[in-house]
């Protein structure tokens, strides 16, 4: 098959013709119709990458089903049209089975190259960690099924109340997910604040009620659309210094959900979550609930995240797609085709 392989940090991918990955027991094999582009993905092809050269990588996968291993469940079948977590377990301890293989001590992800990814004509999949697409999701809808799956996880997690007042910190495809499911589960006011307002039309066009750049006085502009601070602070950004700021802008006993990944030490005065009671949350990326919903809230037309795509590209101009990321950029999901462009 051909895929968009790693060669070493700093190094653009190159298209190579390598082995089709074998399926092992409770695995199906995926022909990838799309694979979207995550920050981690750039994350993981810079220097530290715990990516080993020659490894594909790529998360963000649904594709038809090509292949299907030994001890998977007639449930599925070659043909089938599937989005996958990228995470694979032992399929049987306690987290497998509840959906959750992301704690299992087996894991192995696309994330890293540790199974072969997305990036790629084919990938291996768990059948337990997959879910069926009905026919009412495209494969553009498909493709944002795991974006989707990690604002979910993360508006779970702070337990939201109707009508509770928003902060969204960030505009990239994590505060989209954020903005798209706080809209859904009856949030009041939805506030994206961003340095720029590259991310403006399109948080809107997702559901925020109001967008505040950077240069503002976020604080009193919050105030002035929401009658007080936020009962919930989304950190979609990552970056030292931010987590310290989200905390200064929580209500009383309000929260902060932290989905971004800082891999950087970041200093904040506990005090100051101390003062207000603040609950302090973590979110890791998903569960087998959060892309079971989230197909079925795309499928039943609740959400529409399409107005995220701004790129489709083939596996021939991936590399150089992929490279113009690390500049600063208007792209938000930039979906690779390594099939062609899929009907
Ligand atoms: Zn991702
Ligand atoms: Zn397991």
């Not at 066009?205 to 503002?216: N, P």
Request: glycine share 12%.
């Amino acid at each position: 098959m051909k895929a968009a392989v790693f060669q070493g940090a700093g190094q653009p991918l190159v298209v190579q013709s390598i082995d089709t990955p074998a399926v092992g027991a409770g695995e199906m094999l995926l022909k990838v119709k799309y694979c979207g582009v995550c920050g981690t993905d750039l994350h993981y092809t810079e220097e530290g990458t715990p990516v080993a050269p020659g490894a594909v990588i790529g998360h963000e996968f649904c594709g038809e089903v090509a292949d299907v291993g030994p001890g998977v469940a007639d449930h599925w079948k070659v043909g089938d049209r599937a989005v996958s977590m990228p995470f694979v377990g032992c399929g049987a301890c306690a987290s497998c089975l509840s959906g959750k293989p992301i704690w299992c001590r087996a894991m192995r992800t696309h994330a890293t190259g540790q199974i072969s990814g997305g990036f790629a004509e084919y990938t291996p999949i768990g059948a337990t960690g997959s879910v069926k697409l009905p026919d009412g999701v495209s494969w553009e809808e498909a493709a944002l099924i795991e974006p989707l799956a990690v604002g979910l996880h993360g508006v779970r997690r702070a337990r939201l109340d109707a009508g509770a007042n928003v902060l969204i910190v960030g505009a990239g495809p994590v505060a989209l997910g954020v903005v798209v499911w706080a809209k859904v589960l009856g949030a009041r006011r939805i506030v994206v604040t961003a340095r720029s307002d590259r991310g403006a039309a399109m948080a809107v066009s997702l559901g925020a009620t109001d967008f505040i750049t950077g240069d503002k006085d976020v604080r009193r502009e919050f105030r002035k659309v929401a009658g007080g601070l936020p009962d919930a602070v989304f950190e979609c950004v990552g970056a030292p210094g931010v987590l310290e700021q989200c905390i200064a802008l929580a209500s009383i006993r309000g929260q902060v959900v932290v989905l971004g990944g800082c891999m950087r030490p970041d200093v904040v005065t506990p005090a100051a979550a101390m003062n207000k009671e603040l609950n302090l949350v973590f979110s890791l990326a998903y569960d087998l609930y959060d892309f079971e919903v989230a197909v079925d809230r795309v499928a039943r037309g609740v959400i529409d995240p399409s107005a995220m795509i701004t790129d489709r590209v083939d596996l021939a101009s991936f590399p150089d797609a992929f490279e113009a990321l690390r500049q600063r950029t208007h792209q938000c999901k930039v979906l690779l085709s390594p099939g062609g462009r899929p009907r």
